[in-house]
């Protein structure tokens, strides 16, 4: 769990240091540059950093063992951060929008050429980070990793946008100002599309939602392979955090001793949290063949 911890734990903190450098100066360039959108991107960019900062947090509370009034472990912590880091999302994105807006109003230079080229470069480093993050995310099965992965892709985004922006304003002058407004405004769209794209799965988690039929597969698959078992029945799997617990029902012959109907369901939960170390428990109810 250590090392789960911090795989997940070491992309959240170089997103948090690589948000503050890329919020400095895409804040800097916009500001002497006269890009709005890079502004509004630094606006993203900035909240990334708290959300980021908060996502360390559920991290890690996540990870701390099962106690008496948890005996589950702490695991739904990481998608109540998840839901928060939505919240940061949207709030960017209203916040882009009216100051999008507003520009679109007030008379403004042309942005200056070479904010093209920081944001080339910002939109570089930030696919690298999402590419980076989502492949932890995967490993790990952190749902708040996963959320903070699709912030540096959000805020690869804007920057795109806001470059298509900035080229319309330079390419055809003078009258065509606000392109760089409106590349902030589809931005802000796209921002909340993805903010959608992490809130639904952690969403599921914690209703519970049963979408792991793979998985459900695999341990049906393998629980026929224990010693005693006939097979299985109802197979229940919920996700807390970055581990599953499993509700079992398994089917063993009908006049076998109660000890040895409890010996295969020992046997069989230790068999398959070995088999699959992203289990955390398995509830296993023996269930007795009909003839």
Partial sequence: ????????TKP?????FGSIILAVVKFLTGFFGHSYALIADAIESTTDIFASILVLFGIKYAAKPADENHPYGHGRAEALITFVVVAFLITAAVTISWQALENIQTP????????????FAIILIKEVLFRYTIKKSQETES?????EA????????TSAFAAVGISIALIFGEGFEIADDIAALASSSLIVFNAYKIFRPALGEIMDEHTYH??????????????????TEKCFIRKIGMKYIIDLHVIVKRD??????HTIS??????????????YNVLIHIEPTRK
């Fill in 1 to 8: 769990m250590e090392n789960t911890t911090k795989n997940t």
């Fill in 12 to 16: 959240v903190i170089l997103g948090i």
């Fill in 108 to 119: 403004h230079p042309l942005p200056k050429k070479y904010t093209l080229i920081v944001l």
């Fill in 143 to 147: 749902t708040a990793l996963k959320a």
């Fill in 150 to 157: 699709w912030h540096h892709r959000s805020d690869a985004i």
């Fill in 214 to 231: 793979d998985f459900e597969k695999k341990i049906r698959e393998s629980s026929n392979e224990v010693k005693g078992v006939v097979d």
């Fill in 256 to 261: 076998i001793p109660v000890h040895e109907g």
């Fill in 266 to 279: 020992h046997n069989l939960k230790d068999h398959l949290i070995r088999e699959f170390p992203q289990i």
